[in-house]
């Protein structure tokens, strides 16, 4: 029994530690998903009180926010464009799915398909992509964003991020 006895102290203490995280979590009411959107229209985002669906991060500004709304009505919710395209890639409803983001110049929600994207823009996961709804120099559609995203040619990746920091110094761009 006595062999037990720290076990069972540990077990206890580990076990008020995640009673004690998951209050937290509930009093706060961070939002991950929310049911019922049957329009599949971009919900608004209550800042602070959202968390991105797929790092779990609170979302704490529209800049580089995204949501992914499923055929049952289903919404998520994104605070980096790379992040929302890496999530959505592994749900079998991907090609199904309205995706909306959030633009850097009109400050509006616009299909994510009908968006342009910067890739070297300082996001919260680093992945680079920001999102317009005018066509801006050195732009890409939304096909090469995701397509990029997939491969990790990304800022998150050490050589392309500074192959894309070399180019906006010279171009001047952003």
């Not at 920001?130 to 939304?142: S, V």
Request: some cysteine.
């Amino acid at each position: 029994m006595k062999k037990l006895k720290p076990i069972i102290v540990i077990i206890v203490i580990i076990g008020v530690i995640i009673t004690i995280f998951l209050n937290l979590a509930e009093q706060k009411g961070m939002v991950t998903l929310k049911k019922g959107n049957f329009d599949g229209k971009p919900l608004p985002i209550e800042l602070h009180h959202y968390q991105d669906s797929q790092c779990g991060m609170v979302i704490d500004s529209l800049e580089y926010a995204s949501e992914v709304i499923a055929p049952n009505g289903n919404t998520w919710f994104f605070h980096d464009h790379g992040g929302m395209v890496k999530w959505l890639e592994e749900r079998d409803f991907k090609d199904r799915a309205k995706v909306w983001v959030y633009t850097r110049d009109t400050k509006e929600w616009i299909d994510a398909k009908e968006a342009y994207y910067t890739r070297d823009e300082s996001t919260p996961m680093r992945y680079g992509f920001g999102a317009y709804k005018n066509r801006r120099d050195n732009t890409i559609p939304f096909e090469e964003m995701r397509i990029l995203t997939l491969r990790g040619e990304t800022m998150r990746n050490p050589k392309i991020r500074q192959q894309l920091i070399k180019s906006r110094d010279i171009n001047g761009s952003n």
